[in-house]
């Protein structure tokens, strides 16, 4: 049994930084390792995922070039940088753990509760 635990979120104004951390419980090396974000009114969607060794990345063209994930297999943890903030960035962010490296959310077993991140204008 994994359980992720994110924290790292707040507020902030547009254009500035937040980095997002995710301590998992368990030995989660093996898993694929995502986040997702929910924002107001909307579907959960796909932000970025990270292979079980950290050499393959793959991320949401929203947020292409502004947000950087990274895993520490020696911590447990997976986190997520994120700079150039907007307010479309403003949602709950979720971390994820799994099997497949995917961009699915039904791949993914585990699930974190999720930290706020508000981006104002």
């Known amino acids: 049994q994994v359980q992720l635990v994110e924290s790292g979120g707040g507020l902030v104004q547009t254009g500035g930084s937040l980095r997002l951390s995710c301590a998992a419980s368990g030995r989660t090396f093996s898993y694929v390792m995502a986040w997702f974000r929910q924002a107001p009114g909307k579907e959960r969607e796909f932000v970025v995922t990270?292979?079980?060794?950290?050499?393959?990345?793959s991320y949401a063209d929203t947020v292409k070039g502004r947000f950087t994930v990274s895993r520490d297999n020696a911590k447990n943890a997976v986190y997520l940088q994120m700079n150039s903030l907007k307010p479309e960035d403003t949602a709950v962010y979720y971390c994820a753990a799994g099997p497949t490296y995917s961009t699915l959310q039904f791949q993914y077993s585990y699930w974190g509760q999720g930290t706020q991140v508000t981006v104002s204008s």
């Open positions: 990270i292979s079980s060794n950290g050499r393959s990345t």
